[in-house]
């Protein structure tokens, strides 16, 4: 690590074995050397488990803890903290593992895979004089360099740093991770992809995962000033990595082949796009969207007519699934659940996406993010996903393990078993329960 003295200092923990192991004497010893060389101000840089988010810490990635025995940072280098609109790290009791105990108690509250930092920040004594912050940013096992971006940007700005240009390590070239893994396992770097429907929403995530790992994209939809802005953004992230289609794949006459001449494709959502996919090479891989509404026949549901057109969806990904294996390109279908989108604004009391709503029938307890649809979605073009064709991967927080399970109607609520005993010995008269109101 680096340090400047007597600036801030940015520490970074790294969770190895051998600092697990021998933790209390680590956290002594650098508490120590802080103190010993007189360091002005100490700004901690750690990363925390994005599966435990909570839906209000899925809208942000990065939050702030303030130890409670650290001065205050007026007037020292973390002054800039207090004009950045990072908000303060809480975490709710449903996020706490059983096994976890006094999770909530303490100076610092139980931070999902940062065990390390909430120690170390606990230990702080009332007599320290330095004063401390620490950076929480969610994030994901696989490459993680838009991770460390946006983690050096922070502590720019905390340090009135001014950067003319950020230059990336030769030794990121093919991603940044924090396993052990072949960095080649989920990096994307020179493949080419075609998102349609990549200016907002899932595809956008899925689109910024795709630069972020190294490819190039190309984003296809119907709004000219959406598309360019999506572009910009993504180019932040790694410049001439995206480029627009502006199309609308619904009408034949935008579904010509010279309509996608724009770029050298290897992966595609057709079999006329996959043929750029070069036979036998094996890297092609088509992922198309289905939704958990193509496996519900719940009777109490208002989507007959979605449930059917998605269950088209997910047996033609397996019709093209065999179709295709023979020229080396997969095909797979993503089943998202509720996820935050302009269809979906979980703002809305109404909304299926609500906390509220969601905290009664998804398993999980939260909506989706980007990071959840951008990690499947990587896994499967990736070299990681190289032996899987022809599966539906559920993306839903255990939606689908309710939805056909438990039905609820005018305050009713059964078990499927209880349904099959029902049949059985209710006769038509009987069921007028189920046709009444509005269910939910």
């Given at each position: 690590?680096?340090f400047?003295?007597?600036?801030?200092?940015p520490?970074?923990?790294?969770?190895?074995a051998?600092?697990?192991?021998?933790?209390?004497?680590?956290?002594?010893?650098?508490?120590?050397?802080?103190?010993e060389?007189?360091?002005s101000?100490?700004?901690?840089?750690?990363?925390?488990?994005?599966?435990?988010?909570?839906?209000?810490?899925?809208?942000v990635?990065?939050?702030?803890?303030?130890?409670?025995?650290?001065?205050?940072?007026?007037?020292?280098?973390?002054?800039?903290?207090?004009?950045?609109?990072i908000?303060?790290?809480?975490?709710?009791?449903?996020?706490?593992?059983s096994?976890?105990?006094?999770?909530?108690?303490?100076?610092?509250?139980?931070?999902?895979?940062?065990?390390?930092?909430?120690?170390?920040l606990?230990?702080?004594?009332?007599?320290?004089?330095?004063?401390t912050?620490?950076?929480?940013?969610?994030?994901?096992?696989?490459d993680?360099?838009?991770?460390?971006?946006?983690?050096?940007?922070?502590?720019?700005?905390?340090?009135?740093m001014?950067?003319?240009?950020?230059?990336?390590p030769?030794?990121?070239?093919?991603?940044?991770?924090?396993?052990?893994?072949?960095?080649?396992?989920?990096?994307?770097?020179?493949?080419?992809?075609?998102i349609?429907?990549?200016?907002?929403?899932?595809?956008?995530?899925?689109?910024?995962?795709?630069?972020?790992?190294?490819?190039?994209?190309?984003?296809?939809?119907?709004?000219?000033?959406?598309?360019?802005?999506?572009?910009?953004?993504?180019?932040?992230i790694?410049?001439?990595?995206?480029y627009?289609?502006?199309?609308?794949?619904?009408?034949?006459?935008?579904?010509?082949?010279?309509?996608?001449?724009?770029?050298?494709?290897?992966s595609?959502?057709?079999?006329?796009?996959?043929?750029?996919?070069?036979?036998?090479e094996?890297?092609g891989?088509?992922?198309l969207?289905?939704?958990?509404?193509?496996?519900?026949?719940n009777?109490?549901?208002k989507?007959?007519?979605?449930?059917?057109?998605?269950?088209?969806?997910?047996?033609?990904?397996?019709?093209?699934?065999?179709?295709?294996?023979?020229?080396?390109?997969r095909?797979?279908?993503?089943?998202?659940?509720?996820f935050?989108?302009?269809?979906?604004?979980?703002?809305?009391?109404?909304?299926?996406?609500?906390?509220?709503?969601?905290?009664?029938?998804?398993?999980?307890?939260?909506?989706?993010?980007?990071?959840?649809?951008?990690?499947i979605?990587?896994?499967?073009?990736?070299?990681?996903?190289?032996?899987?064709?022809?599966?539906?991967?559920?993306?839903?927080?255990?939606?689908?393990?309710?939805?056909?399970?438990?039905l609820?109607?005018?305050?009713?609520?059964?078990?499927?078993?209880?349904?099959?005993?029902?049949?059985?010995?209710?006769?038509?008269?009987?069921?007028?329960?189920?046709?009444?109101?509005?269910p939910?």
């Amino acid at each position: 690590m680096s340090f400047f003295f007597p600036k801030a200092t940015p520490v970074q923990l790294h969770g190895k074995a051998l600092v697990v192991a021998r933790k209390e004497e680590f956290i002594a010893s650098l508490l120590q050397f802080i103190q010993e060389y007189q360091i002005s101000s100490v700004l901690f840089l750690s990363g925390v488990d994005s599966s435990n988010r909570t839906d209000l810490q899925m809208q942000v990635p990065t939050y702030l803890i303030r130890p409670p025995n650290s001065p205050p940072y007026d007037n020292t280098r973390l002054s800039g903290l207090s004009s950045l609109p990072i908000p303060e790290f809480t975490s709710p009791i449903i996020q706490h593992p059983s096994r976890i105990s006094l999770a909530n108690e303490g100076p610092v509250p139980f931070i999902p895979g940062g065990g390390l930092t909430r120690r170390m920040l606990s230990s702080i004594p009332p007599s320290w004089s330095v004063p401390t912050a620490s950076i929480l940013q969610f994030v994901l096992e696989g490459d993680n360099r838009q991770d460390a971006a946006l983690m050096a940007a922070i502590v720019a700005k905390v340090l009135s740093m001014e950067i003319d240009e950020w230059k990336q390590p030769s030794s990121w070239k093919d991603g940044l991770f924090g396993t052990p893994h072949d960095q080649t396992l989920y990096g994307v770097h020179g493949r080419v992809a075609v998102i349609t429907g990549g200016a907002t929403g899932l595809g956008y995530w899925m689109a910024e995962a795709w630069v972020a790992n190294g490819g190039k994209v190309y984003i296809v939809g119907r709004r000219e000033a959406k598309l360019q802005e999506a572009v910009a953004k993504l180019n932040k992230i790694a410049s001439n990595s995206a480029y627009s289609i502006s199309a609308d794949v619904s009408k034949q006459e935008d579904f010509l082949t010279q309509t996608w001449a724009h770029g050298e494709m290897t992966s595609a959502l057709t079999p006329l796009l996959a043929g750029a996919a070069k036979k036998g090479e094996g890297r092609g891989s088509v992922i198309l969207i289905g939704s958990p509404s193509g496996d519900i026949w719940n009777p109490l549901t208002k989507t007959d007519g979605n449930s059917v057109a998605k269950a088209g969806d997910h047996l033609l990904g397996k019709i093209l699934a065999t179709k295709l294996a023979g020229c080396g390109i997969r095909v797979n279908i993503i089943s998202p659940g509720t996820f935050p989108s302009g269809m979906n604004d979980i703002t809305q009391p109404r909304s299926p996406g609500h906390p509220d709503r969601v905290r009664d029938v998804v398993p999980l307890g939260r909506n989706g993010g980007a990071d959840d649809i951008a990690g499947i979605f990587i896994w499967l073009a990736s070299k990681a996903g190289a032996y899987v064709t022809g599966e539906k991967i559920q993306v839903d927080g255990g939606l689908l393990l309710t939805a056909n399970g438990r039905l609820q109607s005018n305050g009713l609520s059964i078990t499927c078993a209880d349904l099959m005993q029902g049949v059985v010995n209710i006769n038509s008269a009987d069921a007028h329960w189920a046709t009444k109101g509005d269910p939910t």
